[in-house]
């Protein structure tokens, strides 16, 4: 017997599989880090449960859960919005690391109120943010240099500049320890009230709205998608590429710039090597999950968040390694690669039994 298989290309993809791809994603992966649990002698189903039901019906965790969502929506803007425009920004960890010791220097050597401090370290931040994506950005558009190199690449120096300064210039206030100085309280973000989480989460609601209308009510937004669908046909009609090019990273990177000072005066109070929880790498998966909308971003990067938070009460609950987490991430992307793969073809399989064997005299079928 020979199996056969069949890929052809779908001219059209059904609208349950184009809308079903993040769940079907979320689905696999959880379902395959299932095997993982059972090896480990863990029930799956009290796994999960402890790691998604008990993380949102428990009040310190859902605050956790939004804190965390904040960095990762904004980094996963960074990302979503270069790939609207057909292109990778790998460099949101880069990214969020210059708006950090941007924000950080400014809310550390200005004196201002609050309400008046923490809008110009945003500012800061995202400015710092938006060049470092920039510059990735200018040289794509200009020489064709391959952006997912040039980004990633930068986020290690980013990350050795941060690294340096608060070794030296930046640092205070930790003895030996390196670390800046903590933020005066003018610097850092206050608590809402009911939600009682910090008021960086606003900054990531209105991100995605900013978004959100941008892609879908603007003319820039439209030739961003334009030009992530068919380059030379967005060309022919006149649209620049070179601007659109630059555009999405430099906003893109003022989203991870963002996201940098957000952490700082939300959570850190104090900007220290190595703040990031790897933010900016995240935000990948998550752009990917998410890349047919702003507000799917927000869903997605609610998910991470749910998983790091969850994956920790895992942890302590069954004992679990803490690399637990970064398998179902892994997961997450294997899964939605599969998924993309069935989204551009269609699989037939064809099993050939071969001849049928000749009926014999004497036997059912054969001369008599």
């Not at 609050?114 to 809008?119: G, S, T």
């Not at 046909?233 to 989203?255: D, E």
């Not at 710039?257 to 790897?278: C, H, T």
Request: proline share 5%.
């Amino acid at each position: 017997m020979n199996v056969s298989i069949e890929l052809e290309a779908r001219d059209d993809v059904p609208a349950w599989l184009a809308y079903g791809t993040p769940v079907f994603t979320v689905v696999g992966a959880l379902a395959l880090a299932a095997v993982a649990l059972v090896a480990l002698s863990v029930n799956p189903i009290a796994a999960y449960g402890t790691m998604f039901v008990e993380t949102l019906t428990d009040p310190f965790g859902l605050r956790q859960t939004a804190t965390r969502t904040v960095p990762l929506v904004l980094t996963g803007l960074a990302v979503y919005l270069p790939l609207r425009a057909g292109l990778w920004n790998v460099g949101a960890e880069g990214q969020l690391y210059m708006g950090a010791v941007a924000g950080t220097w400014i809310g550390l050597n200005v004196s201002l109120p609050m309400a008046a401090l923490i809008p110009l370290a945003l500012l800061g931040a995202g400015v710092a943010g938006g060049i470092w994506a920039g510059i990735p950005g200018y040289l794509r558009a200009k020489w064709g240099v391959n952006e997912i190199i040039t980004t990633l690449l930068l986020t290690f120096v980013a990350t050795q500049i941060a690294s340096y300064l608060v070794r030296g210039p930046m640092q205070g206030g930790m003895g030996n320890f390196p670390g800046s100085a903590l933020l005066p309280v003018a610097a850092q973000y206050p608590t809402l009230p009911v939600l009682e989480v910090h008021a960086g989460f606003l900054v990531g609601l209105l991100a995605v709205a900013a978004t959100a209308v941008l892609v879908a009510r603007t003319r820039v937004g439209f030739e961003v998608t334009v030009v992530g669908s068919n380059p030379l046909a967005a060309a022919q009609a006149g649209m620049s590429t070179t601007r659109v090019y630059l555009f999405v990273f430099l906003v893109g990177g003022a989203f991870a710039g963002l996201a940098g000072f957000n952490e700082i005066a939300g959570v850190q109070e104090r900007l220290r090597p190595e703040f990031s929880s790897g933010y900016g790498f995240t935000a990948i998966p998550i752009a990917l999950l998410g890349r047919n909308g702003a507000v799917r971003v927000l869903l997605a990067a609610a998910f991470f968040a749910l998983l790091f938070v969850g994956g920790s009460k895992l942890e302590v609950a069954y004992g679990v390694p803490a690399a637990l987490t970064d398998v179902i991430q892994a997961l997450v992307i294997l899964c939605l690669i599969t998924a993309e793969f069935f989204k551009r073809y269609s699989v037939a399989l064809e099993l050939d039994r071969g001849d049928e064997p000749a009926s014999v005299e004497g036997e059912p079928g054969g001369a008599a």
